[in-house]
């Protein structure tokens, strides 16, 4: 392998849309959704380095060990590119700025960037790339593509659409995070039927904010600021509302924070500022 170090950005999601249609025969949920990559993003540090594969992470609460999405994303790349035995001659520094258990989709982008970037120093094949995403979580695969694009089945089988207009994005994370196995169980118990018509909205949040009504809360809150439109992103916890001007965003976000609240302000990604960004640069 070459002696260069990598550096790749894996930018989170938020979900414009949510629509949970039937629960399968396998406990996954047939979804609707469409995805919008936003520019807050983790980075992916990759140095060839001798001896065995070296994983780290610089936020304390994010798993180093191979639970994390990154070590079994390099470990499957490695055998999809032939190798054999255990990975090595590879080190990689996850730094962490996404919210985890916020429904931003962190830990799969990291996966994601992981694949991309290790897949190709190792020349795996962009469809072998895809069935190790696929194998990792429902959400990987998007983050292979980025941009707006609608997710069906999993969430993983995609379509490109037009790219949403260009926005700004205040996010607010409360004080507590949700599991997405959680919100998905709570969706199950509030025995919901299969959505009616198009409208946007997040069929999660009902069921989640009946737990933690702060969700409500925030989402109520980021509409009197003038968002034109709030809902919980994902699973949740994040919140987020859209504007056209950074000004607003900012003034809503400093309106919505305390409360143990934290705000970001982002903004949206189209597709090709995605994989413009998400590319690869060697130093
Ligand atoms: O695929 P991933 O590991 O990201 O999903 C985490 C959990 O979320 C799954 O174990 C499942 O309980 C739930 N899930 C679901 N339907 C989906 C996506 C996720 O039920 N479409």
Not at 15 to 30: I, K, P, T
Request: hydrophobic residues 45%; charged residues 25%; positive net charge.
């Amino acid at each position: 392998m070459a002696a260069k170090t990598l550096k790749v950005h894996a930018p989170a999601k938020i979900n414009l849309s949510l629509r949970v249609v039937s629960v399968r025969a396998d406990g996954y949920h047939e979804l609707r959704t469409i995805f919008q990559s936003i520019a807050l993003h983790d980075t992916l540090t990759i140095r060839a380095e001798r001896g065995p594969f070296r994983f780290e992470a610089d936020d304390p609460a994010c798993p180093g060990d191979p639970t994390n999405l990154v070590w079994r994303a390099v470990e499957q790349v490695w055998a999809a590119a032939g190798r054999r035995g255990a990975v090595k001659g590879l080190a990689i520094r996850l730094t962490k700025r996404i919210p985890m258990q916020a429904g931003l989709g962190g830990g799969s982008s990291d996966g994601a960037a992981a694949i991309r970037a290790v897949g190709a120093l190792l020349r795996v094949s962009p469809a072998r790339q895809r069935a190790v995403a696929v194998s990792l979580g429902a959400d990987v695969p998007y983050f292979l593509e980025g941009g707006t694009a609608l997710g069906l089945g999993r969430g993983d089988r995609l379509y490109p659409l037009i790219d949403h207009p260009s926005s700004w994005v205040a996010l607010v994370l409360p004080s507590f995070g949700v599991s997405t196995k959680d919100a998905f169980g709570w969706w199950d118990e509030s025995g919901a039927g299969e959505p009616e018509g198009s409208e946007p909205g997040n069929d999660l949040q009902a069921p989640v904010a009946a737990r933690h009504p702060e969700i409500n809360r925030i989402a109520k809150a980021l509409g009197r600021a003038g968002a034109s439109y709030a809902a919980m992103s994902g699973s949740g916890s994040a919140v987020f509302g859209l504007f056209q001007r950074r000004v607003d965003a900012k003034r809503a976000a400093a309106e919505v924070a305390g409360r143990g609240r934290r705000t970001i302000v982002t903004r949206t990604v189209d597709r090709a500022s995605y994989q413009r960004l998400v590319g690869l640069r060697a130093r």
